[in-house]
């Protein structure tokens, strides 16, 4: 299982828009870095690339700092992700943080969105720390689909991407496309088999590189 932790300050919780985007850009520059934990993100990545959110703050967040980690921004918010480990091994920095609490929103309207995106399905009602995994799940579907000179491209930006929630006229056309599709297994929140996120991009809209097996994916 892969921790991600959401820094979340009473008085200064981040936009959900930032926050889904930071979720995605920690799992993408993981993946881009694995370092010591090559073995384990293999491992891990062989049995489900299952994704867990808690929330910190204070004295909680600056823990998690000190454990083995990444950290991704986007905008107002901060996300921490760790290498995978079995749940039942989390350090007790870890263990003890909350999974509920991640209900954010945007203050404001978001702008136009660039090349890449994640669109989030319309029809669906997710807390903030569910749609985070989602969007760290495309954001896997993305990488998987992409080659090494999209790759490098796209490292060069920052990893850059954005969240939106897709137009309902919209939705349809792009679940009935070539893009990667993450189907969730319904343990929590959402019906099984429901399709959660579409990560959209130049290169795979072209039919670009795809590493063999690459389909939907189906997810807790």
């Known amino acids: 299982m892969l921790p991600l932790v959401v820094r979340i300050e009473r008085a200064t919780p981040p936009e959900r828009a930032d926050a889904l985007e930071a979720a995605a850009r920690a799992v993408l520059t993981l993946l881009d870095e694995p370092g010591e934990w090559g073995e384990a993100i293999q491992e891990w990545e062989r049995i489900g690339i299952r994704k867990v959110v808690r ?5 909680e967040w600056r823990r998690v700092l000190e454990l083995p980690g990444l950290t991704a921004t ?8 760790h290498p995978p480990i079995p749940l039942d091994g989390w350090p007790k920095e870890l263990s003890r943080l909350q999974v509920s609490g ?3 929103e945007d203050s404001g309207e978001l702008g136009p969105a660039g090349d890449v995106v ?15 995994a ?11 689909g992409t080659g090494p000179e999209e790759r490098t491209a796209w490292r060069a930006a920052g990893f850059a991407l954005d969240v939106r929630t897709a137009e309902p006229k919209d939705w349809q056309e792009l679940v009935t496309s070539d893009l990667p599709a993450v189907r969730d297994a319904g343990f929590t929140e959402i019906e099984p088999g429901s399709v959660t996120v579409i ?8 039919g670009g590189f795809r590493p063999d097996g690459w389909g939907p994916l ?3």
Do not use: I, Y
């Open 55 to 59: 929330r910190a703050r204070g004295s």
């Open 74 to 81: 986007a905008g107002t918010a901060e996300v921490r992700v």
């Open 102 to 104: 991640t209900d954010l």
């Open 118 to 132: 994640l669109w989030v399905n319309p029809g669906l009602t997710m807390s903030a720390g569910k749609a985070m």
């Open 134 to 144: 989602q969007c760290g799940h495309a954001a896997q579907l993305a990488w998987w």
């Open 199 to 206: 990560a959209d991009t130049p290169w795979l809209r072209r």
């Open 218 to 220: 189906r997810h807790p």
